[in-house]
Each structure stands twice: as C-alpha cells, then as structure tokens.
C-alpha cells in the first residue's frame, strides 16, 4: 500500500465524529479519566468510555485527567506512520493540559527520526476539532506536510470556540465557580458566556437567560460565524451535551441562512470536556472572526 504524504493525529478531547475520524484517517491518542476506585480510557467519542458510563460515575464523583506515558504518544505516532510518510500533531491548548509539551518531548527525544511536527490549537473540544477535520482533509486530498502545517499555522491563529453553558453545578464541583456564585446565578437564571482568550477558557460574561433565549442567542451566533468564516473553513462545528433537540433547531435554522452551503456538524460534547461544562452546553467550533457581542447582546 503506497502511503499518504502527511497523516493527522489529535487526543480525545477533540470531539471527532467518528465517521470523520473514519474517513479521513485521523489517529486519536487516549486521555485518561481517573475516578477513585477506577480509570478509563477515553479513545474518542464513545470508545473506550462511554456517555452513559461516564455519566453515571459523574454524578457521584469528580474525576481527574490523566496524560498517558511517552510510550503510548510513540504508540500512537507510529500507528500514523505506518499510514504516511510523516505526521502532523494537532492537539487541545497547552494552558489546559500538558499533552502539548509531551507529544513535543516524546517526537525531540524519542522519535528524532521521524518527520513529526506538533501544534497545539490553544482551544480545546470542537475548536480543536474543526482544526484537525480540515488538515485531514488535505491529507486525504494528498497534500504535503510542508502545505498542510502552513494552513495549520494559519487556522490556529483564527480559530474559535464558544458558547453558553446552561447547568453550573459541575463548575462548582471542580472549583472553577463558588457556590456563592451559583446560588445568585441560579437565582436570577445568569448562564455564562464562555471562549477562549491566549489560549485559556475566558468567561466574557453572564446573560439572563432561558432554554429559549440561549437557542435564540445561538442561532445568531451560528449565522454571524457563517458569514465570518474564513474561505478554506468549510465545517461549522455544534457541540452540545445531552441536548440534541435544542443543538437541531439551530442547525435547521442555519441552513435556512446558509448561502455558500458551510458544512455544519452537530457533535455531542466527548466525555474528557463534558465533565467541565455539565449538561445542555452549546458551543460553535469554526476558523474565522469572533465577537462576544454575538452572544452577549440579547436585544
């Protein structure tokens, strides 16, 4: 079998559909999650450890993530070479995990032989996601690597991931919101408006909000990001958790507005982040321009 130029590799968090993942060859290091008396082993969406698994452990206690040892990088690095002559790593922010650093460590030290090149998105779930689904694209189509990592560097720099998380109750569970805060949130129905600033999850504020105004304020978000995108952006991601009715409304109404035909996915948010953003989140995944106001102005 005469192999690819470039093949693409990212971790778990990245929420891959599994038929992207399929077609486009796409190699997916596994994240651990570690709970007091068990640890699993996320592989992607659905592999390894399930919704249901991982909801059900959830809701008793908080879990912990874990990056697997240099061996299973080289595992998973040469798991893609044997499908291309080289590798491109694109992986979740380096502010949020350290799988970054030692996928650089392990190709510098372990594997100075092989063309391996490493990136990390500076986002993290479909952000990460619409970056990797777009390099596996040209990778599929026969690019080079020199090619592929130019459009990579690129796409980074422009790269967006935000939304509105509906449910707190796992913030405060993991120390990132005090029950205090919550307490007054719930009370007066403030959801927070969430992205990413220098590579970190930035919170740009609350609005007053039900299910109805946060599928409102999505859709003109999704409509704004339609129109911004950059031109080689094809795929408009939609994460959610455990909140397909609301994530499909707003995908009917986007096709609705959707002129130049902007590939949109609907994607449930992997086990790695759900954790974090508890359930009903809605979040966008695109390369292009982002403004807060998109979300944060409810008139």
């Given at each position: 079998?005469?192999?690819?130029?470039?093949?693409?590799?990212?971790?778990?968090?990245?929420?891959?559909?599994?038929?992207?993942?399929?077609?486009y060859?796409?190699?997916i290091?596994?994240?651990?999650?570690?709970?007091?008396?068990?640890?699993?082993?996320?592989?992607g969406?659905?592999?390894?450890?399930?919704w249901?698994?991982?909801y059900?452990?959830?809701?008793?206690?908080?879990?912990?993530t874990?990056?697997?040892?240099?061996?299973?990088?080289?595992?998973?690095?040469?798991?893609a070479?044997?499908?291309?002559?080289?590798?491109?790593?694109?992986?979740?922010?380096?502010?949020?995990?350290?799988?970054?650093?030692?996928?650089?460590?392990?190709?510098k030290?372990?594997?100075?032989?092989?063309?391996?090149s490493?990136?990390?998105?500076?986002?993290?779930?479909?952000g990460?996601?619409?970056?990797?689904?777009?390099?596996?694209?040209?990778?599929?189509?026969?690019?080079?690597?020199?090619?592929?990592c130019?459009?990579?560097?690129?796409?980074?720099?422009?790269?967006?991931?935000?939304?509105?998380?509906?449910?707190?109750d796992?913030?405060?569970?993991?120390?990132?919101?005090?029950?205090?805060?919550?307490?007054?949130?719930?009370?007066?129905?403030y959801?927070?408006?969430?992205?990413?600033?220098?590579d970190?999850?930035?919170?740009?504020?609350?609005?007053?909000?039900?299910?109805?105004?946060?599928?409102?304020?999505?859709?003109?978000?999704?409509?704004?990001?339609?129109?911004?995108?950059?031109?080689?952006?094809?795929t408009?991601?939609?994460a959610?958790?455990?909140?397909?009715?609301?994530?499909e409304?707003?995908?009917?109404?986007?096709?609705?507005?959707?002129?130049?035909?902007?590939?949109?996915?609907?994607?449930?948010t992997?086990?790695?982040?759900?954790?974090y953003?508890?359930?009903?989140?809605?979040?966008?995944?695109?390369?292009?321009?982002?403004?807060?106001?998109?979300l944060?102005?409810?008139?």
């Amino acid at each position: 079998m005469n192999k690819r130029k470039v093949a693409i590799v990212t971790d778990a968090s990245g929420d891959i559909p599994p038929k992207l993942e399929e077609k486009y060859n796409i190699t997916i290091l596994p994240i651990l999650m570690n709970f007091e008396e068990e640890s699993f082993k996320s592989e992607g969406i659905e592999k390894g450890f399930t919704w249901d698994e991982f909801y059900k452990i959830a809701e008793k206690e908080v879990p912990s993530t874990g990056i697997p040892g240099p061996g299973v990088f080289m595992k998973t690095f040469n798991k893609a070479l044997e499908i291309a002559e080289s590798v491109i790593g694109i992986f979740i922010s380096n502010k949020l995990s350290g799988v970054y650093n030692t996928a650089t460590m392990v190709a510098k030290q372990h594997m100075p032989d092989n063309d391996i090149s490493i990136y990390h998105a500076g986002v993290n779930s479909v952000g990460v996601g619409v970056v990797v689904v777009e390099a596996a694209r040209l990778a599929a189509a026969g690019h080079t690597k020199a090619d592929v990592c130019k459009k990579v560097e690129n796409w980074i720099k422009k790269v967006n991931y935000a939304g509105i998380i509906n449910q707190l109750d796992n913030l405060v569970r993991t120390g990132r919101l005090s029950k205090t805060k919550k307490f007054f949130a719930n009370i007066l129905n403030y959801k927070p408006v969430l992205g990413f600033v220098d590579d970190e999850i930035h919170v740009y504020g609350n609005i007053k909000a039900d299910d109805a105004l946060i599928i409102k304020q999505m859709k003109k978000f999704g409509e704004q990001a339609l129109q911004n995108m950059v031109e080689d952006n094809n795929t408009l991601f939609l994460a959610h958790s455990r909140w397909p009715k609301a994530a499909e409304e707003i995908v009917a109404y986007l096709n609705t507005v959707n002129p130049e035909k902007k590939e949109i996915i609907i994607q449930e948010t992997g086990v790695i982040n759900a954790f974090y953003t508890g359930k009903k989140l809605l979040a966008f995944g695109y390369i292009g321009k982002f403004d807060s106001n998109w979300l944060m102005d409810t008139k």
